[in-house]
């Protein structure tokens, strides 16, 4: 996962408002984070052309989301409140506000639903092949080309990018005779990179199992 490895400027930014902050419990925190994918969700579910904002402010709330989901664990560190219950209650409500995201974009009019059917089974057998490593006791594995944080900055890019180059018809290309719109062929990329990051994170806790 590329952008793990740059968690410790995250902290940077991260640290200051997380000391800002400890006052406030970190599971309400992660209960912001899902009201906020739900937000973003419903604005991706009701775009129209009409609206073509709704694109900008739904990548707007998963910008927030991102923020809450980053910061709850933080606080609860800085906190000493950090526990397994937490943790728990964090990674739940992580594949939750993943679902309500990309089901949003499914289920309205930015993509045909085969393409984001595929990516939704990408994006959650990635978390899935990651939390069954530790399930099975083998260290939760992070690795591979497609996790959380990736997909969000994708989305957030791809929201952008479609809101800012709507006016100007370059929100979609033909690829194979098939006319793809910006969201789908992020969806596309879901898909791929979700299911190739599952494969490899399983063929690893396979390898590292059959050693014990």
């Known amino acids: 996962m590329v ?11 991260l640290k200051p408002l997380a000391k800002k902050m400890l006052h406030v419990n970190p599971d309400f925190i992660s209960w912001l984070s899902l009201l906020c994918a739900l937000i973003a969700g419903l604005f991706f579910y009701f775009y129209h052309e009409e609206r073509s904002f709704f694109v900008l402010l739904g990548g707007i709330f998963v910008i927030i989301n991102s923020l809450f989901d980053a910061l709850d664990g933080k606080i609860a560190k800085l906190a000493g409140k950090a526990s397994l219950r937490g943790d728990f209650l964090d990674h739940s409500i992580d594949r939750y506000a993943d679902i309500l995201i990309l089901s949003g974009i499914i289920l309205g009019p930015l993509v045909r639903t085969w393409i984001g ?6 994006v959650l057998m990635t978390s899935y092949m990651g939390t069954q490593a530790d399930a099975v006791g083998v260290s939760r594995d992070y690795g591979g080309i497609a996790g959380r944080a990736e997909r969000l900055v ?8 479609y809101f800012f180059l709507y006016d100007t018809g370059f929100t979609s290309l033909h690829i194979l005779e098939t006319e793809l719109n ?20 399983g063929k690893n806790t396979w390898d590292q199992l059959s050693k014990k």
């Not at 059917?117 to 990408?122: E, H, K, R, S, Y």
């Not at 994708?154 to 990018?161: N, T, V, W």
């Open 117 to 122: 059917v595929l990516a939704l089974i990408g």
């Open 3 to 13: 952008l793990n490895n740059y968690r410790e400027q995250a902290d940077f930014f």
């Open 182 to 201: 910006l969201f789908e062929l992020l969806l596309i990329w879901f898909a791929i990179s979700g299911n190739m990051t599952a494969l490899y994170r």
């Open 154 to 161: 994708l989305l957030i890019l791809f929201s952008f990018l």
